[in-house]
């Protein structure tokens, strides 16, 4: 299975400590990698096709302290396309003038939908697929950027398409908002004043974020598997829909 | 002035000897960097709002073999648009299943064409602007990815209205081909067997391309100014549109 990690803030953050707990996990998931980061409207958007556990690109991504409002990162384990870099999630296109990313973790079964419009894959993955299908339905249902309510729910009525076509636990963001979709393994973790300790779950590794934090400072996790053992992490239904803005959940 | 640098080749090859000897002229370049390197339909797209000279990511590219048939590369100063991430050079998009990089040099004026399809700019640049137009216009032009010599032919009506706005020495490729256009600065260099030893133009490295290459081996380096001192440097004429796939020059 692969694995997802999301990251919304309030303030722009460092994943430094969460993509290494990922990472540690790059073991069993050693088709490639990718994590991208909102600045601003801005995008840096780093993909291998080697193991996160290995590849230079990871290690930078771990030491070099990027600070983002919004991060979507993904570690492969290949089920449908070739380990290939176009088949490296998060995808990116562009919509309304803005970037949009999204990451998948699962299988559709029979998903060949009619691809009419300007977003077409350019690699084999059903993943990619869905992306390309997504953003086609959101500019048909919309003619310029809409708020995030309106978003939230238009994807309210597209998920769930592709939901019926298997397992989709996804991640997307536009820089404005982090859409998440539950169906077998999605959890996420708020984390706010008072910051205290926590430890990876699969390393040792703990940092205190009291350390790192000012008072005001909100950030959302969101993660496949629980990433530290000691935060209250909760699990998503299948076919739930949250939405993160400014580090808290603005919508269930 | 931004330094724009290209790479186009037969066999995937490194660029760290020309990203090099590029990123020796960021100390007045010193408003961003980005670079783009095809891998088959694949993609990587490094950007960085900071210094070629002090990027931890400008770094990597110097020291991590990235192998590549198709390379964009840019140093920036800005003249339109702040200097943000979302402003960095290259531009990315897909049309046809196909991603497309951009980068370009010099300034348009008065050019605010009118952008009623799928390709908007998430920045402020005039840069940015006309690769939207030339997404849009190739695309209104083709019904799907055409050959290589149709698509110069459509780009050789339509880079001319973008040179008519003001200098325009450009980069483009979607990882089949290398298009250049010059206008006031740009060069190229076509390297082959027998190879032999180069020093670059600002630094005391230098390389023996003997002992990296087989006698099949095709490069061509398109860049702003020469990056070496001892090669058969070639400068383009202005308006000069030119072609290169497979590491060679393929159309006047």
Same mark, same amino acid.
């Given at each position: ?22 990472? @540690? ?6 088709? /490639? ?194 990433? @530290? ?9 299948? /076919? ?6 400014? /580090? ?5």
């Amino acid at each position: 299975m692969c694995q997802l990690m999301g990251m919304n803030a309030n303030v722009p953050t460092d994943v430094m400590f969460s993509f290494t707990g990922l990472a @540690t996990r790059a073991d069993e998931h050693k088709d /490639g990698f990718g994590i991208a980061f909102f600045e601003g409207r801005g995008l840096r958007h780093f993909v291998d096709h080697h193991s996160a556990r290995h590849s230079p690109l990871a290690e930078l991504v771990k030491r070099y302290p990027i600070k983002s409002d919004h991060v979507i990162a993904h570690i492969r384990k290949a089920t449908q396309g070739v380990i290939s870099l176009e088949n490296t999630h998060p995808f990116q296109r562009e919509l309304w003038g803005r970037y949009w990313v999204m990451a998948h973790n699962g299988d559709l079964k029979n998903f060949h939908p009619r691809l009419h419009a300007a977003f077409q894959p350019v690699g084999q993955t059903d993943s990619e697929r869905a992306f390309c299908w997504l953003m086609q339905e959101l500019a048909k249902a919309h003619c310029r950027v809409p708020s995030v309510a309106e978003l939230t729910h238009t994807l309210s009525e597209l998920l769930p398409q592709l939901h019926s076509h298997g397992t989709f636990n996804m991640l997307l963001s536009n820089g404005e908002a982090l859409w998440a979709h539950g169906s077998t393994h999605l959890h996420y973790l708020l984390r706010r004043h008072p910051f205290g300790r926590a430890q990876l779950q699969d390393d040792d590794v703990s940092v205190d974020f009291a350390q790192h934090t000012t008072t005001q400072d909100r950030v959302a996790v969101i993660a496949t598997e629980p990433l @530290t053992r000691d935060e209250p992490w909760v699990a998503f239904a299948p /076919g739930e829909l949250k939405v993160f803005v400014g /580090g808290e959940l603005v919508a269930d």
